[in-house]
């Protein structure tokens, strides 16, 4: 089964918002540094503004969102690079609560999936977290631990509620 090709009008809104926002873009000439030193790890929850949230703006911080704000090693090559070529020297890694991907089971996952795309989805990996202060404790370790990454660099496990916007601090 092949996807169907978008038309333009799917993305019409999209690109009109875009063409809006470019009238009064100052962003441009920025050179990739993260100006505050900070790394991010966090969720793609559309709930989680991770700039916003840390009083942090444009070109401050290198973000890195996947499901559960997991340290996967394409979060890691991110962080290596972040410290090595753009600056960083403070990792956060920020799960949050009513996290999707810890509060289900794989199987449970791939089940709503295959309901969802009308097909089999047993096949897909999904890393749900068990215990999300477990995982944090390990996310934090594999930093930590990385030999390309100093231990100079300041790592900290934090939790956002996505119900105050707060972080609070774990490890």
Do not use: R, Y
């Given at each position: 089964m092949s996807a169907?090709?978008?038309?333009?009008?799917?993305?019409?809104?999209?690109?009109a918002a875009n063409r809006a926002f470019a009238d009064d873009f100052s962003l441009g000439g920025f050179d990739g540094i993260a100006k505050a030193?900070?790394?991010?790890?966090?969720?793609?929850?559309s709930r989680i503004d991770p700039l916003g949230m840390l009083g942090l703006q444009p070109g401050d911080a290198k973000i890195f969102r996947n499901p559960g704000g997991r340290v996967t090693a394409a979060a890691l090559e991110a962080l290596v690079l972040g410290v090595h070529l753009l600056n960083v020297n403070r990792v956060l890694v920020i799960p949050h609560t009513r996290c999707a991907?810890?509060?289900?089971?794989?199987?449970?996952?791939r089940e709503r999936i295959g309901a969802s795309a009308g097909q089999d989805a047993s096949w897909q990996g999904f890393h749900v977290v068990r215990d999300q202060l477990d995982a944090l404790r390990q996310d934090v370790a594999a930093v930590r631990s990385h030999p390309l990454i100093s231990d100079t660099v300041k790592v900290g496990g934090f939790i956002y509620d996505v119900d105050t916007g707060l972080i609070d601090q774990r490890l």
């Open positions: 169907p090709t978008p038309s333009t009008d799917d993305f019409a809104d999209l690109v030193g900070v790394a991010i790890v966090t969720c793609m929850d991907m810890a509060s289900a089971t794989e199987v449970e996952l």
